[in-house]
């Protein structure tokens, strides 16, 4: 048992390390050396040995969060069964994410890992195959989010869910240094950081539809 323990919480160490180090130097510029050097180990192999490749610590990261993330959004999503309200589906999106940063205190890296890794294109597809894993919540949220903007074209709603995923990621991530570096945020609290991200993409939601040439 001492050893499972011991191996749990290596692993653990390592995870945060290089959560921590990404989100603050990005991807490329960080080796399993540093990473095992800042999670308090001797061994410059302690990463290949217990993860792999660069791309399974990525995955690693990625699904630790992503569980307790869906968790929420599922509990959320099951108070809100067959409304069309879009603000309803839209704080389903925004919540769950800001929660689970509140959660993780203070100062926390996820934010800023999650932009670091979508801003590459191999590593950003290991971020959306992690979402992908919670289908069926995200084919029900997906299902809500259409009834509630009756239509909307499907180009159209392709790109303002790009454009939510991005204003909801760097919002974060302003507010995730501001705090890391003692700087002043634009709203005092996680909660409130949502009730603003959800009303601007309410908006952008809602926008007209100008027709296409």
């Known amino acids: 048992m001492r050893r499972d323990e011991q191996v749990n919480a290596t ?65 959320m999503m099951t108070g809100i069964a067959g409304s069309t309200d879009v603000r309803d589906w839209v704080s389903c999106l925004v919540r769950p994410y800001t929660e689970h940063l509140e959660s993780l205190g203070s100062p926390t890296w996820y934010a800023r890992f999650t932009a670091q890794v979508m801003a590459d294109p191999a590593f950003g597809a290991i971020m959306i195959d992690e979402a992908l894993t919670a289908a069926p919540i995200l084919r029900l949220f997906q299902d809500g989010l259409t009834r509630s903007l009756p239509g909307l074209p499907a180009e159209l709603y392709s790109e303002r869910v790009a454009m939510a995923r991005h204003l909801v990621v760097q919002m974060c991530v302003e507010r995730e240094r501001a705090l890391a570096e003692n700087l002043p945020t634009f709203r005092p609290t996680w909660h409130d950081t949502a009730g603003g991200l959800i009303e601007a993409i309410v908006a952008m939601w809602q926008a007209p539809v100008t027709p296409r040439p």
């Open 11 to 75: 692993r653990e160490a390592l995870l945060a390390a290089a959560e921590r180090l990404f989100a603050e130097r990005g991807v490329h510029a960080v080796g399993n050396r540093q990473i095992s050097e800042a999670a308090g180990q001797g061994n410059n192999a302690a990463v290949s040995y217990h993860f792999g490749t660069k791309a399974d610590l990525i995955r690693a990261i990625a699904r630790k969060h992503a569980g307790q993330i869906e968790r929420l959004r599922e509990r």
